[in-house]
């Protein structure tokens, strides 16, 4: 059995900001981490994943996210954020089927 | 390289009327997904294909939902009698099969049941 806890369901920050959206997850089988995100009326993009090696895996638009085995944490980073990134971002665990949180929606505020 | 299409993109029905949305996945996926996301909700998985076999439809409302693969490339999902609380996006995805590889997702299908 696999599931992911998403901790925030809203982040409002501002623009050039730092932001972290955080997720738990829990599986008892080989972790495969990912993050998409979602615009809106639009489907899900993959922003990055994790299969193995390091454990800080960079993605697209700025985006990096840390497996943190201990903790079973895979929480999502940038170090500053624009407007363009304003959306919503799914925390997905699984191999050939995917497990999703409940989505963090990212404000991001002029 | 075309993404994975859907139609139609909305629409909209009365409770207890039937609906079906079609997926043509991208070519060379084996693997098929449908996923149904509520509003405010993750997606969460209804049915899996791999080619034109089913692997996981746990999750399915085998009731009101069916779906197919025929020939293992275009997918139809099916719902009849549909129910208020059917409202949400359906979600087709698909990917080459194998361990982590990334699962590609089309834009949706937009339902209303009223």
């Known amino acids: 059995a696999q599931s992911v806890t998403q901790l925030d369901s809203q982040v409002p920050v501002f623009e050039e900001a730092p932001v972290e959206l955080r997720c738990n997850y829990s599986?008892?089988?080989?972790?495969?981490l990912f993050w998409y995100v979602q615009y809106p009326n639009q489907g899900l993009q993959l922003l990055l994943k994790y299969l193995s090696g390091s454990t800080l895996v960079k993605g697209i638009n700025g985006f990096e996210a840390e497996f943190n085995k201990s903790q079973t944490s895979f929480h999502l980073r940038k170090p500053s954020v624009h407007i363009s990134d304003t959306a919503e971002y799914f925390c997905?665990?699984?191999?050939?089927?995917?497990?999703f949180g409940e989505g963090t929606q990212l404000t991001v505020n002029p | 390289e075309a993404g994975v299409a859907q139609s139609p993109r909305y629409k909209i029905i009365e409770k207890r009327q039937s609906v079906a949305f079609w997926c043509n996945p991208i070519?060379?996926?084996?693997?098929l997904y449908w996923y149904q996301q509520i509003l405010g909700q993750g997606p969460k998985l209804l049915i899996q294909?791999?080619?034109?076999?089913?692997?996981?439809d746990s999750q399915l409302p085998k009731d009101r939902f069916s779906a197919e693969r025929l020939k293992g490339v275009d997918s139809t999902l099916k719902i009849q009698p549909a129910k208020l609380e059917d409202s949400a996006v359906y979600l087709c995805a698909s990917r080459v099969t194998g361990p982590g590889n990334t699962i590609y997702f089309g834009e949706g299908s937009w339902l209303t049941v009223v």
């Open positions: 997905a665990v699984g191999s050939s089927r995917l497990t």
């Open positions: 294909f791999q080619n034109n076999g089913v692997v996981d």
């Open positions: 599986s008892s089988v080989s972790v495969y």
């Open positions: 070519s060379g996926h084996a693997t």
